[in-house]
């Protein structure tokens, strides 16, 4: 399985990047239908998702947004731009 990272810095905190994370979830499971479970933590927060083709793990923390995922075969090809559309998506919720 082809498989993808990105991370974004950022000097929000913890709770406003949970805001973020959550508005991240809820683009996803409208969009793309992903089943998103987050396991809070003390400094970080884990964001496990699936959905068709996709499965992977978003790190929400104060300072960063670490994201892996898998892509099935079928979305394999297009993971480059899979990548990119998650980095921009990103980018815009972290504003400028």
Known sequence: M???RVHRD????LEPAR???RRWMDDGRDR??????CE???EA???RFQGPGVSGTLRVAGDAFDLEAKLG????PFSRRIEQEIASQ???????
């Not at 950022?10 to 905190?13: D, E, I, M």
């Not at 075969?73 to 394999?76: C, P, R």
């Not at 990103?90 to 400028?96: E, F």
Request: with cysteine; glycine share 16%; net charge negative.
């Open 2 to 4: 082809p498989g993808l």
């Open 10 to 13: 950022h000097t929000l905190g």
């Open 19 to 21: 805001d973020i994370a």
């Open 32 to 37: 793309f239908k992903l089943r998103c479970e």
């Open 40 to 42: 809070p933590g003390a």
């Open 45 to 47: 927060d884990t964001i």
């Open 73 to 76: 075969f079928l979305l394999g």
């Open 90 to 96: 990103l980018d815009s919720l972290l504003g400028p």
